[in-house]
């Protein structure tokens, strides 16, 4: 059985491109896992909070009772993250990056002696600490232009950001499937998302193969 955790960041509730691509994955991965269980953690409709100056106090005390009520949250979502088999985060661009609301989700499982380790009496004072999974990032951007190969590609923030931030956990297994043109509502935008969801397909099925054992990730670099 594997199991799926859907990670929701869009604002809308109609009308959202990942939404749809994220209800397209989760219905084509039920139908090569009818037994597998699937998590929807929706911080577009419920934000996690802002880390604040109890969370980061508790952080660096987190074996302690005082740290058990700001890092409840932070505890519930790391969770889920290491009980999933394969992570789906829908993550519409916002100004050229991620939503705030997925970015407070980032902040609340980046979490020292959680999700990385830091040592700095060693060369590389930053090591990973959560076992690597696919994790497919399903992105909407209002102009196609702006997602790689475009002439606007250098404004695309989200992807690399996404890219830094999971890798820094030790989530390197990454893949893209992008929709674009939303702003334009024409063919372009209708294009672009039945692309996006004939690769739903293919990444449902490829990811329903026998995986290959896991390389170890090189070291991070300072």
């Not at 499982?109 to 990973?128: H, K, L, M, N, S």
Request: charged share 20%.
């Amino acid at each position: 059985m594997k199991n799926l955790l859907v990670i929701q960041s869009s604002g809308r509730v109609t009308r959202s491109i990942t939404r749809q691509l994220a209800d397209c994955f989760i219905q084509r991965w039920r139908v090569n896992h009818p037994d597998a269980a699937v998590t929807i953690r929706d911080v577009g409709l419920i934000p996690p909070p802002a880390v604040n100056e109890a969370w980061i106090a508790a952080a660096f005390v987190a074996d302690t009772p005082a740290a058990e009520g700001p890092l409840a949250l932070s505890e519930e979502l790391i969770a889920e993250l290491e009980a999933a088999d394969v992570v789906v985060i829908a993550a519409p661009m916002y100004n050229f990056g991620l939503p705030a609301q997925l970015k407070a989700y980032f902040d609340q499982i980046v979490r020292v002696g959680r999700t990385f380790a830091f040592d700095p009496t060693q060369e590389i004072p930053y090591q990973p600490l959560l076992e690597d999974k696919p994790v497919v990032a399903l992105i909407s951007v209002g102009d196609g232009a702006i997602l790689p190969g475009g002439e606007l590609a250098h404004l695309n923030h989200l992807e690399p950001h996404l890219r830094t931030i999971l890798a820094f956990i030790g989530l390197h297994d990454l893949s893209y499937i992008r929709a674009g043109y939303d702003e334009y509502q024409d063919g372009r935008a209708r294009r672009s998302f039945e692309r996006a969801e004939a690769e739903v397909d293919r990444v449902v099925a490829r990811l329903a193969l026998p995986q290959p054992l896991v390389t170890p990730q090189p070291r991070l670099r300072p």
